[in-house]
Nanobody, 122 residues
Framework: EVQLVESGGGLVQAGGSLRLSCAAS????????IGWFRQAPGKEREAVQC????????YYADSVKGRFTISSDVTKNTVYLHLNSLKPEDTAVYYC???????????????WGQGTQVTVSS
């Protein structure tokens, strides 16, 4: 059974940083693409980041380019999303997702974590 568990969210002031973790289990790390989505209150889920396994490209939403980066620790089956220079508009529930490749549409991802709340105060 594929399981994704996010952690690391919290309350931070504008300009601050957070590191979100996504611990994956139930599949061989590397056999699935892992990405990140977020959902702000009253808004639809938005793709934030993912690495395409088909062509090796990396997608970042325009709103986070230059501020968010991704890293991973294969020994821990964990992917990290580093959130820097945070803005109040980054406030959202952040979700870790997994599937065969990188998709912009939320509906195409089969596996979702439970989400972690990020709140950025002004």
């Amino acid at each position: 059974e594929v399981q994704l568990v996010e952690s690391g969210g919290g309350l931070v002031q504008a300009g601050g940083s957070l590191r979100l973790s996504c611990a994956a289990s139930g599949f061989t790390f590397g056999d699935y693409t892992i990405g990140w989505f977020r959902q702000a209150p009253g808004k639809e889920r938005e793709a934030v980041q993912c690495n395409s396994s088909s062509d090796g490209s990396t997608y970042y939403a325009d709103s986070v380019k230059g501020r968010f980066t991704i890293s991973s620790d294969v020994t821990k089956n964990t992917v990290y999303l580093h959130l820097n220079s945070l803005k109040p508009e980054d406030t959202a529930v952040y979700y870790c997702v997994a599937d065969q490749d990188c998709y912009i549409a939320a509906s195409l991802w089969r596996y979702w974590g439970q989400g972690t709340q990020v709140t950025v105060s002004s």
